[in-house]
Nanobody, 125 residues
Framework: QVQLVEAGGGSVQAGGALRLPCGAS????????MGWFRQAPGKEHEVVAT???????TYADSVKGRFTISKDHAENTLYLQMDSLKPEDTALYYC???????????????????WGQGTQVTVSS
């Protein structure tokens, strides 16, 4: 059974940084597309970044150059490093997992059947 657990959220000032871990069990990164998504109040889920089964990472334009995905195979954990945070980054952040046998990694949240509970990130100006 796939389980995902996010942590690391909090409140920071603009320009600050946070690192969000997503602990995964019941899956291997070589078989699952992993994604970070976020949802701000009153808005739909938005893709932040995805990592395909070969490790290729795609970032949303809004976070390119500021956010970085990395992984720890030993701990089966996916990290989202968020630097130069802006107030518009304020949202509930989720990690998602999607079983894949190809290198195509969907950016549609509805394509991800496995989700964590989310962690809140609040950035003040």
């Amino acid at each position: 059974q796939v389980q995902l657990v996010e942590a690391g959220g909090g409140s920071v000032q603009a320009g600050g940084a946070l690192r969000l871990p997503c602990g995964a069990s019941g899956l291997t990164f070589r078989q699952y597309c992993m994604g970070w998504f976020r949802q701000a109040p009153g808005k739909e889920h938005e893709v932040v970044a995805t990592r395909n089964i070969y490790g290729r990472i795609t970032y949303a334009d809004s976070v390119k150059g500021r956010f970085t995905i990395s992984k720890d195979h030993a701990e089966n954990t996916l990290y989202l490093q968020m630097d130069s945070l802006k107030p518009e980054d304020t949202a509930l952040y989720y990690c998602g997992a999607q079983y894949r046998s190809t290198d195509v990694c969907s950016t549609d949240p509805q394509s991800f059947p496995h989700w964590g509970q989310g962690t809140q990130v609040t950035v003040s100006s």
